[in-house]
């Protein structure tokens, strides 16, 4: 929850946690000296998997933490037997764009106006992988 509070412009709140991670959850933490670090929200639906949400504590980020939890992620789609990932970013978040483009996501389609802003709405990119 302190991640989320400072990474998402608007964050999930822990009702919001507690449901997604009630289902079909793939989702895992990363703990480094008894500290977490980071946090990737997926999920199984139908033979996709939908990332969520990922983010990595402010002062670890650009270590390679985010490229091991999607590392580990395709390694749990291998054992679901699942061959797509699907994402949605906001149009705004250039280093998560790039962070997914370097990871194999590519750019599907746009959802206009899906997430708030402070000032408005912004767009949602749709991204997918296909696992080899
Ligand atoms: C996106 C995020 C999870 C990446 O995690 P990370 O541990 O910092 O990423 P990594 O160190 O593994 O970086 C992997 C690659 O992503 C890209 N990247 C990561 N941070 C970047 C930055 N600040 N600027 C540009 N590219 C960046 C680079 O291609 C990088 O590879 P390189 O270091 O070899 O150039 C992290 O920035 C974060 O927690 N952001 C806030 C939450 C968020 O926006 N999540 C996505 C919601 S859709």
């Known amino acids: 929850m302190d991640i989320e509070a400072y990474s998402n412009?608007?964050?999930?709140?822990?009702?919001?946690?507690d449901k997604i991670l009630e289902l079909r959850s793939m989702s895992f933490v990363v703990i480094h000296n008894s500290k977490?670090?980071?946090?990737?929200?997926?999920?199984?639906?139908?033979?996709?998997?939908?990332?969520?949400?990922?983010?990595?504590?402010?002062e670890m980020r650009r270590q390679g933490v985010g490229d091991?939890?999607?590392?580990?992620?395709?390694?749990?789609?291998?054992?679901?037997?699942?061959?797509?990932?699907?994402?949605e970013v906001r149009r705004s978040n250039k280093i998560a764009h790039d962070f997914y483009r370097k990871n194999g996501f590519q750019e599907l389609s746009v959802r206009k106006n899906y997430y708030q802003?402070?000032?408005?709405?912004?767009?949602?990119?749709?991204?997918?992988?296909?696992?080899?």
């Open 36 to 58: 977490l670090i980071g946090f990737c929200i997926a999920n199984k639906v139908l033979d996709e998997c939908h990332l969520q949400n990922i983010s990595v504590v402010e």
């Open 68 to 87: 091991f939890m999607v590392s580990i992620l395709l390694k749990r789609m291998k054992l679901f037997e699942l061959k797509t990932a699907l994402l």
């Open 9 to 17: 412009p608007t964050p999930w709140s822990k009702h919001t946690f």
């Open 117 to 132: 802003t402070k000032n408005g709405r912004e767009d949602a990119i749709i991204m997918h992988l296909e696992a080899v």
